[in-house]
């Protein structure tokens, strides 16, 4: 069973003293695909680099709404360089935050549309994040038309009301294993209301574990001994929606590598998962 998985970190440094043993469990597991999300200009090199490594892996290169304040003078042309170097590349990690603390809404549109027109400019897909800032976001993107190739808003939990809004301008969703928790449920029962075309799976991996009774690969930073989110669980989340939809999971399975590839490797381009 081929997976895709729609949004990851797997190059952040606490994955990386592990990959040699985490990488087959995932593979195991059915994990063929997966972008590689960048979270400022000072990971993305190491984005570039893991994926040249592992070519089954898309890069993807943003400024997180977390990084916006420390975002340098020449972000912009640098996202555009590489974008313009590497035809898999895609946008993001972008968007709006109202939780964390300190945040300038503001300046965070501000970003959040730049980038975008980056992407527009070289018709690349977009990744975005949103936590306590639907309304803002939705005002944002009123300001464009919609969009194509498509855009991700990974880890869906705005208002179930608002999805055909999101879908009109041309939003995908991807269900993560985090959802698990049980007072997520209302994130999963909102993937009953989305186009079946227009949903994928991620695990945000090393971020956003499911709970431990839901999780078959526990996983600890060797740091810290904080717990990470293997990649592995990509097949969790790929069981909850099918479960969530009420449909086979080979079936789900199929229709959510369909639905990655369209957004992320259009045209039949080749993913690196050979």
């Not at 717990?227 to 669980?233: I, M, S, T």
């Amino acid at each position: 069973m081929k997976l895709c998985d729609a949004h990851t970190h797997y190059h952040f440094p606490a994955l990386a003293p592990r990959w040699a043993e985490i990488w087959p469990v995932a593979r195991q597991a059915g994990v063929s695909a997966a972008v590689v999300n960048g979270t400022c200009e000072a990971d993305w090199p190491d984005v570039a680099a893991f994926v040249r490594q592992h070519p089954w892996a898309r890069p993807a290169y943003g400024i997180h709404p977390w990084q916006a304040p420390r975002r340098g003078a020449g972000w912009e042309q640098d996202l555009s360089d590489r974008l313009a170097a590497d035809s898999r590349a895609s946008v993001g990690e972008i968007g709006l935050d109202a939780w964390v603390e300190g945040h300038d809404l503001a300046d965070q549109t501000t970003l959040l549309l730049r980038q975008w027109e980056v992407a527009r400019d070289h018709q690349r897909p977009v990744t975005v994040h949103c936590v306590r800032a639907w309304e803002p976001l939705r005002q944002a993107l009123r300001r464009m038309p919609p969009y194509l190739p498509g855009f991700l808003i990974h880890a869906y939990n705005g208002p179930p009301e608002w999805i055909p809004w999101f879908v009109e301008k041309g939003a995908y969703f991807s269900f993560p294993p985090y959802f698990l928790l049980e007072r997520k449920r209302p994130q999963r029962d909102a993937f009953r209301l989305m186009p079946p075309e227009r949903i994928l799976i991620e695990t945000d991996a090393p971020e956003l574990s499911p709970p431990p009774e839901h999780n078959p690969h526990h996983l600890t930073d060797i740091q810290d001994g904080r717990p990470l989110n293997h990649p592995a669980n990509l097949l969790v989340a790929l069981h909850s929606l099918a479960g969530t939809l009420d449909r086979e999971a080979g079936d789900v399975a199929t229709l959510t590598t369909q639905n990655w590839e369209r957004l992320f490797a259009p045209s039949g381009e080749d993913n690196g998962s050979r």
